[in-house]
């Protein structure tokens, strides 16, 4: 019987071997660029000259960076292999969006720049199809940088605040409609809409939005910041084109493919449009998010990327178990928030000695989750305040001017596993000990203002929700099943009866 430790050689040695081939076809690529040619003289201001052989090597001789100038994804004859590249890379993600459920999708692009400044790019594009346009509509979501990319590109911005509906806020349709009526919908150049958030924040109702903004004549942005790997965001936004309008939706590549920080993806139905937003892009742009992007694709390949997508799902169950007992160990429980396949929220006690001392106790419990190697938590409590360009935010941090309680939340986000939830999970519990020996709490009702919402009332609340369906008789799961059934909810209907709750008959994938 051969061993154990055979295969684990048999598999190190496959996976260097890999790493050997994926090396050697980035290096063939970027071979194919006449600025590397031993007999090329350049005389220009750019030449891919790179002093540092350390830099060079990080990004295999591809000094050139992308595009040319005034065009980010035009094909540059001297980088031949950087262009190539782009056009690889561009491909591969195409059949990312549609493989995870937005198949209608007709093209998209990368930009060298994170969310924030894609936003900005397709703000400034889509001004071009409404010129007199000042206001984007955006429903408020606790997050500078999708707030500061509408005021970057010139507009005004027009929050919307969100309906507090059991323990979730979720966008007030009425108050949208209000808002395009009172300002004109030819002075509305778009809504923002959002698809991934912290909770008890959930997903915009898109597929309303979306209809609303091809009643109205009004664009339509989303921002699915890290949606790619939650099937309940794809899913919507697929309807939300198929029932209205998009106009384009970003994503993030370091939160979605795991890469470092620095690039987006903006996609959208209308190729001709995404083409635009790529030459809105000025000059050229750095290689590094295209290449760090085009070798984690081939590194995991598509049946890799949908074991991580399913690994993430089985990691969220598991969180939000294990943060229920938690909560419940301390007094406190999990906000019940259905409709967010990726953040967790529990509330947290009261601090009896006032609004400043309580604010100073959640940045506390913040500060000792940190020191003990716990990064990502969010501890928000009522009373804090920003200013943002020409707003003021009251309960910052909360999406809502009025949260009656204060909370924390954790994501369950691709490329965790169970090990992390584990060890997160033993040292919340440890701490939040210490934490509520070291303050003064009130008394354990005092820190559940919000009252649990009784499951019958949620079960109706999401069979009559405007986008989400349900059915009667079990809830719905954070990607978009029905609970003890194994189908997935279908809201084909929504196109013409918001009210309507079908089923579709396919297994949940």
């Not at 194919?32 to 790179?50: D, K, M, Q, S, Y």
């Not at 937003?277 to 984690?296: E, N, V, W």
């Not at 992390?420 to 999970?425: D, I, K, M, N, T």
Request: charged share 20%; aromatic share 6%.
């Amino acid at each position: 019987m051969d061993s154990p430790a055979k295969y684990c050689y048999y598999e190190k040695t496959v996976q260097e071997d890999f790493i050997l081939l994926l090396t050697l076809l980035v290096l063939a690529i970027s071979f194919i660029c006449p600025l590397l040619f031993t007999a090329n003289v350049g005389v220009g201001e750019r030449e891919a000259r790179v002093y540092s052989s350390l830099v060079a090597r990080r990004h295999y001789g591809l000094g050139h960076g992308v595009g040319r100038s005034g065009d980010v994804t035009a094909v540059q004859p001297k980088a031949a292999g950087s262009s190539l590249l782009v056009q690889l890379t561009n491909r591969l993600l195409l059949d990312v969006l549609r493989t995870m459920g937005v198949r209608s999708t007709a093209a998209c692009v990368l930009l060298p720049v994170a969310t924030g400044m894609s936003m900005v790019l397709t703000l400034l594009t889509l001004r071009s199809l409404k010129p007199n346009a000042r206001y984007v509509l955006w429903p408020r979501i606790d997050q500078k940088s999708c707030f500061k990319s509408i005021v970057t590109a010139g507009f005004a911005p027009v929050v919307v605040e969100n309906r507090l509906e059991g323990d979730e806020l979720r966008t007030d349709m009425d108050e949208l409609r209000r808002h395009i009526e009172t300002l004109g919908a030819e002075n509305v150049l778009c809504v923002m809409s959002t698809t991934s958030c912290f909770a008890p924040r959930v997903p915009d109702r898109v597929v309303d939005i979306a209809m609303l903004c091809k009643e109205t004549g009004v664009g339509h942005i989303i921002n699915n910041a890290y949606g790619v790997q939650a099937a309940r965001c794809m899913n919507l936004i697929e309807e939300a084109q198929r029932c209205g309008r998009v106009d384009a939706y970003v994503q993030s590549t370091d939160k979605n493919f795991l890469v470092p920080v620095g690039g987006a993806v903006v996609a959208g139905f209308d190729k001709k449009f995404v083409d635009e937003i790529a030459k809105t892009y000025p000059g050229r742009a750095s290689g590094a998010p295209m290449l760090d992007t085009f070798i984690t694709l081939l590194s995991m390949g598509s049946s890799g990327y949908k074991q991580l997508v399913a690994d993430r799902k089985t990691v969220f169950q598991q969180l939000s178990a294990g943060l229920k007992d938690v909560a419940e160990k301390h007094g406190e429980r999990l906000l019940h928030t259905p409709h967010n396949p990726i953040s967790i929220a529990i509330t947290l006690p009261s601090v009896s000695s006032g609004e400043d001392s309580g604010s100073a106790a959640m940045t506390e419990l913040g500060s000792m989750l940190f020191m003990r190697s716990v990064s990502g938590t969010r501890v928000i409590a009522p009373g804090s305040s920003k200013v943002i360009g020409p707003h003021s935010f009251k309960n910052w941090g909360a999406h809502h001017d009025h949260l009656p309680f204060s909370y924390m939340t954790a994501a369950a986000a691709v490329g965790m596993n169970n090990e992390e939830v584990v060890s997160f999970l033993s040292r919340l519990d440890k701490t939040l000990g210490k934490w509520r020996k070291k303050f003064p709490m009130a008394s354990p009702a005092a820190g559940k203002v919000m009252a649990s919402t009784p499951e019958s009332a949620v079960s109706n609340e999401q069979n009559t929700a405007g986008q989400t369906t349900g059915m009667s008789s079990g809830h719905v799961d954070s990607e978009g099943s029905v609970a003890g059934t194994g189908v997935l909810l279908n809201s084909a209907s929504v196109c013409d009866s918001p009210q309507e709750t079908t089923v579709a008959t396919t297994a949940a994938s």
